[in-house]
């Protein structure tokens, strides 16, 4: 029988087959709060997740005084699955409107519920049948109760707001082909920090915030 025949295949790797060709929907997934300000050709969730990796691994040992102990290594698994749910559930934008000092989520807190429990359902049919390292990274990811996990987020913010300057450096965004309700209260790309701020957790991610932001603002204002 030739290799490759279905009489050979076994129905555990067509499981974990499946679960990958699901979790590479997140290539396709387009960042919604791009889509929402007109940006040409957004960024996938993937491409963020890229980039929020990239940041952990280049940037990770300047958050060692903010972070003691900080395992880079498990960083990078949190870092590679934390948004890999949305490739199920899609992508929900955080509002400026929605994010307080003491709130690190879009909506109210039954909103916020509700996202989660679609997600980690989304996350049994994603992982299920992958190792369980994929599942336990990302819970530990959302559980927010490491420095790893707190580095990830970190890193998600900032790649943000880089993405956002690359954005405005590039001219890349037309308020008039988004959504014209969306940023009523914000000119230009200024929502994408407005939301970001209150949510860093850390000196050094405020610093790095604050790089971003006066690079941007010395771009939007050029």
């Given at each position: 029988?030739?290799?490759?025949?279905?009489?050979?295949?076994?129905?555990?790797?067509?499981?974990?087959?499946?679960?990958?060709?699901?979790?590479?929907?997140?290539?396709?997934?387009?960042?919604?709060?791009?889509?929402?300000?007109?940006?040409?050709?957004?960024?996938?969730?993937?491409?963020?997740?890229w980039?929020?990796?990239?940041?952990?691994?280049?940037?990770?040992?300047?958050?060692?005084?903010?972070?003691?102990?900080v395992?880079?290594d498990?960083?990078?698994?949190?870092?590679v699955?934390?948004?890999?749910?949305?490739?199920e559930?899609?992508?929900?934008?955080?509002?400026?409107?929605?994010?307080?000092?003491?709130?690190?989520?879009?909506?109210d807190?039954?909103?916020r519920?509700?996202?989660?429990?679609?997600?980690?359902?989304?996350?049994?049919?994603?992982?299920?049948?992958?190792?369980?390292?994929?599942r336990?990274?990302?819970?530990?990811?959302?559980?927010?109760?490491?420095?790893?996990?707190?580095?990830?987020?970190?890193?998600?913010?900032?790649?943000?707001c880089?993405?956002?300057?690359?954005?405005?450096?590039?001219?890349?965004?037309?308020?008039?082909?988004?959504?014209?309700?969306?940023?009523?209260?914000?000119d230009?790309?200024?929502?994408?920090?407005?939301?970001?701020?209150?949510?860093?957790?850390?000196?050094?991610?405020?610093?790095?915030?604050a790089s971003?932001?006066?690079?941007?603002r010395a771009?939007r204002?050029?």
């Open positions: 029988m030739a290799p490759g025949d279905d009489a050979d295949a076994d129905p555990a790797d067509d499981a974990v087959l499946d679960a990958l060709l699901d979790a590479y929907a997140l290539k396709d997934e387009r960042r919604t709060g791009w889509q929402l300000r007109g940006v040409n050709e957004p960024e996938s969730v993937a491409a963020h997740s980039g929020v990796a990239y940041l952990v691994l280049t940037l990770g040992d300047r958050f060692r005084e903010d972070l003691p102990g395992d880079r498990r960083a990078l698994r949190l870092a699955v934390h948004d890999v749910a949305e490739a559930t899609g992508d929900v934008a955080t509002r400026a409107a929605d994010v307080t000092a003491d709130d690190d989520a879009a909506g807190a039954v909103d519920e509700a996202k989660v429990a679609a997600e980690r359902e989304a996350m049994r049919d994603l992982a299920g049948p992958l190792p369980e390292r994929v336990d990274a990302w819970e530990a990811y959302e559980a927010r109760n490491s420095p790893e996990a707190v580095l990830v987020k970190e890193c998600d913010l900032l790649d943000t880089l993405q956002a300057l690359r954005y405005e450096r590039g001219d890349r965004y037309d308020p008039e082909r988004g959504d014209p309700d969306a940023f009523r209260e914000y230009d790309l200024d929502e994408f920090f407005a939301t970001s701020e209150p949510r860093l957790r850390t000196d050094a991610g405020v610093e790095l915030f971003i932001r006066e690079r941007y771009a204002d050029r």
